[in-house]
């Protein structure tokens, strides 16, 4: 039976940065997925950190900074870069909303301004601001390429001694009360541990259930378009304030779909087109309804993506919340085990974060951040109420 301190179930931008910290507090810590690193959603979604969220921007602005320090210390490097984006307003309802949401986010240290129209037309010529009220500036903002990210944090934590188990699915997990310790059962035999960190994104409720913990997370699928490589359209990552609510058929099914756009250029000249939320189960694939609307969407802000092609489509699933919110959290019910998940569309922004977040909840050390609000017992109190 292999032995560790703490297994980590999850191979993506969570699990390898949880190890990473812990690794580097000299915990003997051990990572298991049951496909390739960064096979799931870390692979499936675009690289963007970005802190234009209202409750989450001092996470995502901490998060950035710890991508920063990891590209520096990298020789490989994962295409970080600190361009800033652009949020776009479109209406009056959502300039008043964004422009409350701002001043909360400034006073809380963020660097960030809103600017009109003309300006942002100055900083990027291809945008059609004719339907555009204002937008927001957020220049410390990054990109970067996630499925390298998840490969270079996880060789740093190798180096600080973390044990990586690939293709090692998880199948069971029994806790023995007396003696404080995990069995963790796998295809490729038996893990003790004291301790257990769920970090299986859209899976983590599977394993949840193994321990009798109920983990309110669903898959939310989301779906991106890859253009060709063409002169540069855009210099910056664009996203839009406002969406769309679209009614959809998917199969022989009605399907709600939301589109807010985001249209990410890459150093290699080509564009990532998002992006969409459909919750359709477990079903990871692309369909035409929904690609029609993103690169409808796309066209009206830069109509120069009208005469670009599709080079590919991919679609991911996200780990999705009823409030929204990620579930960081320790459960007192099952003493050693830890949750980290539900992070939706943000899980690439918040990676760093969160393993960092959860490593100081394990070790018993302080947090760098508040941690109560994404604590997974606010579903069981807020049940409790309604009652």
């Not at 270079?152 to 009360?177: F, K, Y």
């Not at 983990?215 to 210099?235: A, F």
Request: net charge positive.
């Amino acid at each position: 039976m292999v032995m560790a301190t703490t297994v980590i179930v999850g191979g993506g931008i969570i699990g390898v940065c949880t190890a990473y910290f812990l690794g580097q507090a000299g915990e003997d810590v051990i990572v298991v997925d049951r496909g390739e690193l960064a096979s799931g959603t870390s692979k499936q979604c675009n690289g963007s950190v970005a802190s234009g969220t209202e409750k989450l921007s001092a996470y995502a602005c901490r998060s950035n900074t710890l991508y920063a320090r990891f590209a520096e210390e990298s020789d490989l490097g994962f295409e970080y870069r600190r361009k800033g984006s652009f949020r776009l307003i479109g209406s009056e309802e959502k300039l008043h909303n964004v422009t409350a949401v701002l001043e909360k986010q400034r006073r809380e240290g963020l660097v960030a301004q809103l600017i009109s129209p003309e300006e942002l037309k100055r900083q990027e010529p291809k945008i059609d601001t004719s339907h555009i009220l204002a937008a927001v500036d957020y220049p410390m903002d990054a990109d970067m390429n996630p499925y390298l990210a998840v490969r270079v944090i996880a060789g740093a934590a190798e180096r600080l001694g973390v044990r990586i188990l690939r293709r090692t699915e998880v199948s069971g997990i029994r806790r023995d009360p007396g003696k404080g310790s995990f069995s963790i059962i796998t295809a490729k035999g038996k893990i003790s541990a004291r301790r257990i960190v769920n970090a299986a994104g859209v899976w983590a409720a599977a394993i949840g259930n193994m321990l009798g913990v109920r983990i309110p997370v669903v898959p939310l699928r989301g779906q991106v378009i890859v253009t060709e490589s063409t002169e540069p359209l855009l210099d910056r990552k664009i996203n839009e304030a406002d969406s769309i609510q679209l009614s959809i058929t998917d199969g022989n099914r009605p399907v709600r779909l939301k589109v807010t756009s985001v249209l990410e250029p890459t150093p290699h000249h080509t564009c990532l087109i998002g992006r969409s939320e459909e919750l359709v189960g477990y079903e990871n694939r692309t369909t035409t309804q929904v690609i029609r609307a993103l690169c409808t969407r796309a066209a009206s802000h830069v109509p120069a993506f009208t005469k670009v092609n599709i080079i590919r489509t991919y679609a991911g699933l996200r780990p999705v919340t009823p409030d929204g919110l990620p579930i960081i959290s320790e459960i007192k019910e099952v003493p050693g085990l830890f949750v980290a998940t539900g992070h939706g569309g943000n899980g690439i922004t918040l990676g760093p974060i969160t393993g960092l977040l959860l490593s100081e909840m394990i070790l018993g050390r302080p947090p760098s951040l508040p941690v109560g609000l994404f604590d997974l017992h606010r579903f069981s109190r807020a049940n409790a109420e309604s009652e």
